[in-house]
């Protein structure tokens, strides 16, 4: 069985995919992780996450892995644990201009594939539903607004003790969301069979009860 969760930055497709793995018994596959670990290498060796011809040549030495720690996902990048370094604001935007790349893409989804192939899994990112599981059992877009999604992630970097700005976070996100979306190789977007849930005005116990109600309801 595998689960595809697509949506914008900051709609809470991580940790509902997180919530419906461990309900279900099933493994979580942290994509977004995925890319970010590569931004985190490009960033590392001085490489603008829009220089193809770098990027592609370092992809041939790269290992990304994703296990299933204790507690969280764990994320690692050529044997070394990056799970902490790869959620630093800076990080993230490099991860979205480097997914935008199509040497990138191919090398993701065909990684992402594999691991999906070989067991049950919940994926959520960008493509998964259009791209990387077009045929996955369940397809769900979620989102929320702009300015709820924005408070969302100021407050989760509050949180971690980051100094940080909710309007600039606000501008990054819009940003992001059109550079997603307008994007040429695996643009953002809602799957024609995708459920589209917005979790604007719901808590993360209420999208993980309509998800698993639509589940159930199938099985």
């Not at 960033?43 to 990304?64: A, F, M, Q």
């Not at 809602?190 to 009860?209: F, N, P, R, W, Y």
């Not at 998800?211 to 099985?219: D, E, H, R, T, V």
Request: glycine fraction near 6%.
């Amino acid at each position: 069985m595998n689960i595809a969760i697509d949506g914008p930055s900051g709609a809470g497709k991580s940790t509902i995919a997180k919530i419906l793995a461990k309900e279900l018994n099933i493994t979580y596959l942290d994509t977004g992780a995925m890319y970010r670990a590569l931004g985190l290498k490009a960033y590392r060796n001085g490489i603008l996450p829009t220089d193809e011809v770098s990027v592609e040549k370092i992809l041939e030495t790269t290992v990304i892995d994703v296990v299933a720690g204790e507690s969280n996902t764990l994320v690692y990048l050529d044997g070394e644990d990056v799970s902490g370094q790869i959620r630093q604001h800076h990080i993230s935007k490099m991860a979205s201009d480097i997914s935008a790349l199509k040497c990138v893409r191919i090398y993701m989804v065909d990684l992402q594939r594999k691991i999906a192939a070989r067991r049950d899994s919940v994926l959520d990112g960008r493509d998964i539903g259009t791209v990387v599981l077009p045929n996955a059992d369940y397809k769900f877009y979620l989102t929320a607004s702009v300015d709820e999604r924005a408070h969302r992630r100021y407050l989760e970097l509050m949180a971690r003790g980051e100094e940080c700005n909710e309007e600039q976070i606000k501008e990054d996100i819009a940003k992001r969301d059109y550079n997603d979306m307008n994007r040429q190789h695996s643009p953002l977007k809602k799957a024609d069979d995708a459920i589209e849930i917005d979790s604007t005005h719901l808590d993360i116990d209420g999208v993980k009860e309509k998800m698993l109600c639509i589940i159930k309801a199938a099985k």
